[in-house]
């Protein structure tokens, strides 16, 4: 597992404190543990299902993805462990492939992920389209501040995920992250918001150094009136590759509503 994408995924966690502030998120719902359905797939790219309050949420994975926190336990342990502390993780996908080469210990090329989070306090709290336009709105307001580099929050986000990557490696391991640039909104409708962000990501481990030049996706989803935060993860690797990205990212966050079409 490259120290870099779990770091990114560790970045991508920090913004949920602004989200806080909105209405959308104003009035504290019962927190209930994740509860996959008792149904066994019988493959592991099934959907998986999750109890959020009154209501069954699906999130099916992208398409040649699978869910790896059930799969490995050092993926779930690793973003249990650095989840932000006012979120509950709820789903982890890597492909298919990279899975399989993990699961046998064997060096593969990952480049990309995707993950889905929600916050603890609206977890079971149904969320109207009017909160979750002025949850967007907070989020256009305040994201500059927190995705400053020298800021409070972003500088405890670093910390903390020094920490769980030095945990997991069971090495210490020294990480930097550049200024992260917000390259604007790509997807706006009623219950879609989606962002694209960029970071250089810098990561040291036994004195081998990786660095990579990374596109985030960064979405708020409402489905059956729960707000989720759906992430994707890419490396960069052709100017080209962005637009192919946020394509990407739009249909998978089709896929997650069409399958909670109540």
Do not use: C
Not at 130 to 145: D, L, N, W
Request: proline letters at 5%; zero cysteines; a neutral charge.
């Amino acid at each position: 597992m490259k120290v870099f994408l779990l770091l990114t995924f560790s970045f991508m966690l920090g913004q949920q404190s602004l989200l806080a502030q909105s209405p959308a998120t104003s009035t504290p719902g019962q927190a209930q543990a994740a509860r996959p359905s008792s149904r066994q797939p019988s493959q592991p790219q099934d959907n998986r299902f999750y109890q959020l309050g009154d209501k069954t949420i699906v999130i099916p994975p992208p398409e040649g993805f699978e869910e790896a926190a059930s799969q490995l336990s050092f993926i779930k342990d690793y973003y249990t462990t650095t989840e932000a502390p006012q979120n509950d993780m709820l789903a982890v996908f890597l492909p298919t492939d990279a899975i399989e080469k993990l699961k046998r210990h064997e060096k593969n090329n990952l480049t990309g992920a995707a993950k889905v989070s929600i916050l603890k306090k609206v977890r079971g709290t149904d969320v109207s389209t009017e909160e979750f336009a002025a949850t967007v709105s907070a989020f256009e307001k305040y994201g500059g501040k927190m995705l400053d580099i020298n800021g409070p929050e972003m500088k405890a986000l670093l910390k903390r995920a020094q920490k769980g990557v030095s945990d997991i490696t069971r090495e210490e391991v020294q990480i930097d992250l550049s200024q992260p640039i917000n390259l604007g909104p790509f997807e706006r409708t009623s219950k879609v918001y989606s962002t694209m962000l960029m970071v250089r990501t810098k990561a040291e481990l036994n004195g081998n150094q990786e660095e990579h030049l990374e596109f985030i996706g960064m979405s708020l989803v409402l489905v059956k009136q729960r707000l989720l935060y759906v992430y994707t993860h890419k490396i960069f690797t052709s100017p080209d590759e962005m637009e192919g990205h946020k394509d990407f990212t739009r249909r998978w966050i089709r896929q997650i509503i069409a399958a909670n079409q109540e």
